[in-house]
């Protein structure tokens, strides 16, 4: 009977065990939160005339590099069908939420600069909050320390070129109430029912318990009765 008693008291703290983990993979934003240094994928396409190219990967030393500023050359193929008098536009996706940065136009853009990709990508915590960038000329320091890109950019001939992208990343503290005030009242939401999924089978148990001592008791009067009789 006590071994009887211990199982069943022990249920409720088994369905409160599981509920709970239920709740915990109902958030799986946790798991997939970016750290610093982490890859953050990104893809590409390219536009000549009316000819667009599909999305393909950016190999992992071009991508951005979660929460680290740094620099890197994009080597863009040449156009199918290019005539060096048509402009040449690429665009990107970025990361997992693939927020798009529009067309940017590198290639004949009406400039004597060589272009730069000025990539500013927003985060907070372990979150990309958002992707903005622009075409801009190639500062001159750089220009200076590499001559080469300036002499192979302007080279008919020469291809892929190379594109420098600069990535800047910017912390940023949202403070959402609205969305908090959701999460919070949903969580507050989700515990008590599962505390009252483990307070009803509790009391289910206790009851169990209560009627079955009640006969056991009721039965032992009946014999007692019967003797003295």
Known sequence: MAGMVTEAGSRPWKSLIQALLVVS???PHLSSAYRPGDIVAMSKMGQYHS??????????KHCPIFAVNREVLIPIAKP??????????????????KFLIHWLLVINRKSSEVPMIDVNLRYSGGDLLGVTAQVVDMPLS???THPEIRKQFWDPQHWPKHV????????QSEIDVSSGFYVLFGSALTFSF???????QSSREKL????????VESS???GEFGKVE
């Open 164 to 171: 420098l992208v600069r990535y800047t990343w910017k912390e």
């Open 80 to 97: 199918v069908g290019y005539t060096g008098t048509d402009p040449y536009k690429i665009k990107f996706q970025v990361g997992s939420e």
């Open 142 to 144: 750089y220009l200076n």
């Open 208 to 215: 169990a318990r209560f009627v079955r001592e009640t006969v």
């Open 51 to 60: 000819s667009r190219t599909t999305w393909h990967d950016v190999i992992g």
């Open 194 to 200: 599962v505390l009252s999924i483990y307070v009803l």
């Open 220 to 222: 032992s009067n009946v």
């Open 25 to 27: 993979l109902s958030f």
